[in-house]
């Protein structure tokens, strides 16, 4: 059983451009997270979807990012008009269920953007 | 609203001492509790958490916390740590009804031989 796929694990984008960040969950879950890890600083949670639907989106910024997972293929985080405070390593978690009493969120390894 | 305070950034210690790395939550209500360690370039890996029952968990790799509710800390420690236990601990909160974690800044272990 694969673990959380997120891809690129590197991305390099030019200010003004859009970046778009891939997540696939393990097999078998439907609740996704995103995190957003700036330099120094712990994780921030941006959204939280289930399969078509957002759950919680309160650590979205309220322009150019948004969110998707689709009932097929990965979640897809998009952050359009790139600056350079974007810059940082993006993480995605799945889990089965919404409860972490019997389960955990398992994280993917990360995407690093960078942006010039 | 949740909140999470690791109280030390970085944590130097040499290799067989003992360590703790502090924690301290606030929040309303009752939550769950978890340490992850991120090695460099890494995913986060749970190390263990505590749901309920008793206060002292036992994680992965020699490492457990205990929950003090009067103090509203989540401590973790290893009684000999090893060169392989650098890397970056976090530790976070979530509610009951799952959904986010919230967390702490992080604190970087550095084990020195």
């Known amino acids: 059983n694969a673990g959380v796929m997120q891809n690129p694990r590197h991305l390099v984008r030019r200010r003004g451009q859009e970046a778009r960040l891939r997540c696939s969950p393990m097999?078998?879950?439907?609740?996704v997270y995103w995190y957003r890890q700036l330099p120094e600083e712990g994780l921030k949670f941006m959204v939280y979807l289930q399969k078509e639907n957002i759950i919680d989106e309160s650590g979205m910024p309220k322009e150019r990012f948004s969110a998707e997972f689709p009932k097929e293929g990965p979640s897809i985080l998009r952050i359009q008009q790139v600056v350079r405070g974007d810059s940082a390593a993006y993480f995605c978690?799945?889990?089965?269920?919404?409860?972490?009493?019997?389960?955990?969120?398992?994280f993917g390894q990360g995407t690093r953007l960078t942006v010039v | 609203a949740q909140s999470v305070t690791q109280l030390d950034s970085q944590v130097p210690v040499f290799e067989e001492a003992p360590v703790e790395l502090r924690c301290n939550y606030s929040?309303?209500?009752?939550?769950?509790l978890f340490w992850y360690v991120q090695y460099p370039n890494q995913g986060l890996q749970l190390l263990l958490k505590y749901l309920s029952g008793s206060t002292l968990v036992k994680g992965i790799n020699g490492f457990e916390a205990e929950f003090n509710k009067s103090q509203t800390s989540f401590h973790l420690r290893k009684p000999s740590v090893h060169i392989s236990d650098t890397a970056e601990y976090f530790c976070?909160?979530?509610?009951?009804?799952?959904?986010?974690?919230?967390f702490g800044q992080g604190t970087e272990l550095s084990v020195k031989p």
């Open positions: 929040s309303s209500v009752s939550v769950y």
């Open positions: 976070a909160v979530s509610g009951h009804q799952g959904g986010k974690l919230i």
């Open positions: 978690a799945s889990s089965p269920n919404t409860g972490f009493a019997n389960t955990e969120a398992f």
């Open positions: 097999k078998g879950h439907s609740h």
